[in-house]
C-alpha cells in the first residue's frame, strides 16, 4: 500500500536512499518530505510520536527508482488531528533507514 506519494522524474543519488524534510520548519499543516531511491526497493515510511508510538504509516511496499514527495497532513492513522509537538518519520528500505524529525505547529 502506498500513500500520498507523487512520482518526481529520477535523480543521481551518491546513497541508495535517503529522505529528507522540504519546506517551512515548524510544519503548520503539511510536512513535506523528498523520498529517493537509487534502486527500486521496498519502502517503509512511518511517523511516530516522541515516545515511538506510530502514528501514520505514509509508504509500505515496493517503489521504483527515482524522487517523489511524500505528504503528512498532521493526522493519525484513523484522520484524526495530532497535538502539536515533535514527530519523527521513520523510513526504513533494503539498505537500512532514516529518521528525519518533523515539529509540529497548529
Known amino acids: 500500500m502506498v500513500t500520498g506519494v507523487a512520482p518526481e522524474p529520477s535523480i543521481a543519488l551518491t546513497s541508495p536512499a ?3 524534510l522540504t519546506g517551512s520548519s515548524p510544519v503548520r499543516s503539511t510536512a513535506r518530505l523528498q523520498l529517493s ?5 521496498g ?3 512511518a ?4 515516545i515511538g508510538r506510530r ?3 505514509l509508504v509500505n511496499g515496493p517503489l521504483p527508482a527515482g524522487s517523489r514527495q511524500v505528504q503528512w497532513d498532521g493526522c493519525s492513522e484513523h484522520g484524526a488531528p495530532v497535538g502539536s509537538g515533535i514527530y519523527f518519520v521513520r523510513a526504513t528500505w ?13
Open 18 to 20: 535517503s529522505l529528507t
Open 37 to 41: 531511491l537509487a534502486r527500486p526497493m
Open 43 to 45: 519502502v517503509h515510511v
Open 47 to 50: 511517523v511516530y510520536d516522541v
Open 55 to 57: 502514528v501514520r504509516t
Open 94 to 106: 533494503a539498505v537500512g533507514r532514516q529518521v528525519v524529525r518533523v515539529p509540529l505547529v497548529h
